[in-house]
């Protein structure tokens, strides 16, 4: 007779995740929305005005998100991912080309990154990563 499951259940990460939905769920989804929503504005405010920085992510309202996307003009991404990693273990997505399907799958490379809020995350965290970010690039 043959299980449907091979190897030791991660009863650690099954715990692990009923309480972060615990969690979300006492804090409540709107207000989470809210606040990542409230320190990705900080962090474009922190960002913005960088001459070696194009914000990519819309600001406006119902288009924005807790995840800013900036290109760089300057360094290659993953030098600067890597960077923030190593050296201030700030953690950024590396942002691949991307594709068209409009023209036969062109692509495009934005040289960009992204940088994401969190609902554990407060102002001075979101300050240091952007001067950080911007004294690595120059500003």
């Not at 030098?79 to 409009?102: E, F, M, N």
């Not at 554990?120 to 690595?136: K, P, T, V």
Request: proline share 4%; charged share 20%; aromatic share 4%.
């Amino acid at each position: 007779m043959y299980s449907a499951s091979m190897g030791t259940r991660n009863i650690p990460q099954i715990l692990g995740h009923g309480l972060a939905m615990d969690f979300h769920t006492s804090v409540g989804h709107d207000r989470i929305i809210r606040r990542c929503r409230e320190l990705s504005v900080v962090l474009r405010d922190e960002l913005n005005g960088n001459p070696s920085l194009e914000l990519l992510s819309p600001s406006e309202g119902e288009l924005s998100s807790a995840m800013v996307s900036c290109r760089i003009r300057g360094p290659n991404r993953s030098q600067v991912v890597r960077q923030l990693a190593t050296a201030h273990s700030i953690i950024v997505k590396d942002l691949p080309p991307t594709y068209s399907a409009g023209d036969g799958m062109s692509r495009e490379d934005y040289n960009a990154i992204r940088l994401s809020t969190h609902i554990f995350n407060n102002e001075e965290q979101i300050a240091r990563a952007a001067d950080i970010l911007q004294s690595l690039l120059g500003k």
